[in-house]
């Protein structure tokens, strides 16, 4: 059984700080926000290479942010590196959390304490598992057009036309899945069941009430360090 806080807690403590980072019009103010960020949210990182992961996209994405600001925002150095930092502050709490994330437990969260229809909720768990599964689709279709002689080596070229390839695969792939996992619903009754039974139960925990306050903190003090 989760000891942690739940999905619910971890959903709103990647969103609602975001409303602190916009507050970020400073090289101090961002630094003093990304510190507290990491500070009161790493200890509940779970998946560190998934973390990792994440932060580099969201390091691309602030050095182009910063670059262009720099360039044509009258080449002020200190906006330049708050804008940076305003991005990932924006993206450090869903790179630190969301790995903790668990689709069906969401789902059993979303219906069961949100009361949002089932239909919705299902369909919503489904779409976040199957996306959960790209990665290791890519790799399979990989696997098997490198034991074939066509694996994405040579040059720019024939890397691009390999990759256009594996990625017309992977979409039949996927789409293939989806048929089968839309056929299995309807057979089991979700297009006409009325009432639901959930995999499991959707507690309200201490944990999630701190996470809860920890991340309105993160929202609101910012405005005020600026």
Known sequence: MRSGPGPLSVLAACLVPVAG????????????????????????????????????LGSVAAVSVMVSTWLYGGQNGDEAVAAALRVLSIVTPSALLSPRIVPTELGDHLAQRLHLPARVVVAGVAALQRLDSITESWQQVQRARRARGLGIDGGVRRRLRASAHSAFALLVISMRSTGQLSTAMDVRGFTSAQARTWAGPAPWRLADSVLLAVAAALAVVPWFVR
Not at 43 to 52: K, N, P, Q, Y
């Open 21 to 56: 980072a916009l507050a970020v019009n400073s090289t101090a103010t961002g630094f003093t926000v990304l510190g507290a960020q990491v500070l009161l949210l790493g200890g509940l990182a779970r998946d560190l290479r998934s973390t990792a992961a994440r932060l580099a």
